[in-house]
């Protein structure tokens, strides 16, 4: 699938990404026996958050790819539900939070995008200026960071998906829309999964499943808030608001990106100095807080609202990734999978000249790395010229994309890795295998699982199940958002029951 990007397109994206308005469906028709999801859980949060840290699930990344690529069990349901209870109270802790009154709110946004606005543009002056890149030294640094974010970023929306279900209720349309927003609306160039996933294949970015652990804390935070809207509606609000509000670390890495030919254009729907969401979030407070039947309740409901803000600030931040990074590291773990078979190689050519170390069975990576610099192995005028990459190619073992790149910058500097690599630390480093996921097929929602004798009930959730995560990136899941987009606008439950078959199975 090819994309082409012009001007046009992206100023078109600053418009729908962030002048979205969510106002109620003036024409909607369903039911108005609207649940109270604000209240079902009995206890505050400001309750709990003095009662002792809850136990993170051992495997976070495990858990992110169980709830994101299937319908999770009650037992990833319970964990999702100990894993967002800790967040909390660890985003209870933390300071910088919203305004406890509501009508101060907009106020204190507005600084902040004032701020943000100030700060970027002395940026800019700096650089212009002659000052070097603040977060990437070289590309593979650079792609290093698009890895690492995308287990957040290929779940985009996701704490919004559970309200999908509640298609009958007005209460939840402005949700509802704003998770069509994150898809697209159904078409496919400005789905935001479907726009990073392209991001990622075209810089050779293939391998984000087997980051380590740390990268999927927030990805985990948006999956579990979506599989619990019933009773997190208060953070899931907070949270909506705090992902809206631009950082002014992600405008910097977007600039850096593009300087090193990392086209950024998934970026500029969140890149933007201008901040049009604010009315939209207290137009969902209003009505979240008048359900209040006191002014203690009131406070607490806020408050959970503030902590679901804040549970935007944990994980690994863009500063934490970008400081994570070790080019030294990075060359033996993309060489770690490879070592068996450049040891082979190397052995057979000392025999053939004469040469007898007394070796293990097996060298340790370091040293074998070590051994390969001092015979030479890592010289010559261009990457491609030295006897490491050679032998690489006569194996068919030779790396691409992101890996690539790794050794080519390292090869840039090989005269002072190499004298380092004595006093590397490889305790952490782990075999590809040990940290590919395990992938349990579930069977997928279709469109063949619904014909025209088939209820409104199945018909509809037929279409949220092709909006999943896992799923509403796919060319079926683009046509149900669109179906579930028609449904909302017309505001009709025989709508629904008719026509929803009829429309996933239309031409383009």
């Known amino acids: 699938m090819s994309f082409e990007y012009t001007g046009e397109w992206i100023m078109e994206e600053f418009a729908l990404g962030r002048g979205f308005e969510v106002g109620t469906l003036s024409n909607l028709v369903f039911g108005r026996e609207i649940p109270k999801l604000v209240l079902k859980r009995n206890k505050p949060v400001l309750e709990v958050a003095e009662s002792p840290a809850l136990v993170r699930p051992s495997n976070v990344r495990q858990l992110y790819h169980t709830l994101s690529r299937q319908q999770a069990d009650a037992q990833a349901c319970k964990a999702a539900r100990e894993f967002l209870d800790a967040s909390l109270l660890e985003a209870a802790r933390l300071p910088e939070g919203l305004p406890a009154e509501l009508n101060e709110l907009q106020r204190v946004l507005e600084k902040r995008a004032a701020t943000l606005s100030r700060d970027y543009r002395a940026y800019l002056k700096d650089r212009h200026k002659g000052q070097p890149r603040r977060y990437f030294n070289h590309q593979s640094h650079a792609l290093h960071f698009l890895q690492a974010i995308a287990p957040t970023r290929m779940v985009e929306g996701a704490w919004l ?120 979030a207290i137009r969902l407070l209003q009505p979240l807080l008048q359900n209040a039947a006191s002014e203690e309740e009131r406070l607490a ?25 070790d080019l030294q590291q990075a060359f033996l773990a993309v060489m770690q999978p490879r070592a068996a078979f450049i040891e082979r190689v190397y052995r057979i050519d000392c025999m053939e000249r004469g040469i007898r170390g007394r070796w293990p069975d097996s060298l340790p990576l370091v040293s074998l790395m070590q051994h390969l610099c001092n015979e030479g192995w890592m010289q010559g005028e261009t990457l491609a010229q030295t006897r490491l990459w050679q032998t690489m190619e006569r194996g068919g073992i030779l790396p691409n994309g992101y890996e690539a790149q790794v050794l080519n910058d390292w090869f840039g500097k090989a005269e002072e890795y190499c004298k380092r690599l004595a006093y590397v630390d490889t305790q952490h480093l782990t075999s590809v295998e040990e940290r590919m996921p395990e992938v349990v097929h579930a069977e997928q929602p279709s ?14 959730a037929c279409v949220i199940s092709l909006m999943s995560p896992q799923m509403h990136h796919t060319q079926e899941g683009l046509k149900a958002a669109r179906v579930y987009k028609s449904i909302l606008e017309k505001g009709s439950e025989l709508y629904s029951q008719h026509y929803a078959f009829f429309l996933m199975r239309q031409a383009e």
């Open 161 to 280: 998906y559970g309200f999908l279900r509640f298609w009958r209720d007005a209460q939840y349309a402005p949700l509802c829309k704003i998770y069509l927003k994150s898809l697209g609306e159904g078409r496919e160039q400005c789905n935001q999964v479907r726009l990073y996933q392209h991001m990622l294949d075209s810089n050779g970015c293939q391998q984000w499943q087997q980051m380590d652990e740390q990268y999927y804390v927030q990805g985990l935070i948006r999956l579990a808030l979506g599989h619990h809207v019933e009773e997190y509606l208060p953070e899931i609000i907070g949270f909506n608001l705090g992902y809206e509000q631009v950082s002014l670390p992600m405008l910097i890495a977007a600039y850096e990106l593009s300087e090193l030919d990392v086209q950024p254009h998934y970026f500029t729907l969140h890149a933007t100095e201008d901040d049009a969401c604010i009315a939209s």
């Open 301 to 325: 409901l806020m408050q959970r609202v503030n902590n679901g803000y804040k549970l935007n600030q944990l994980g690994m931040n863009i500063d934490d990734i970008v400081a994570s990074f």
């Open 447 to 460: 469109l063949d699982s619904v014909s025209t004798a088939s209820s409104q009930d199945e018909v509809m």
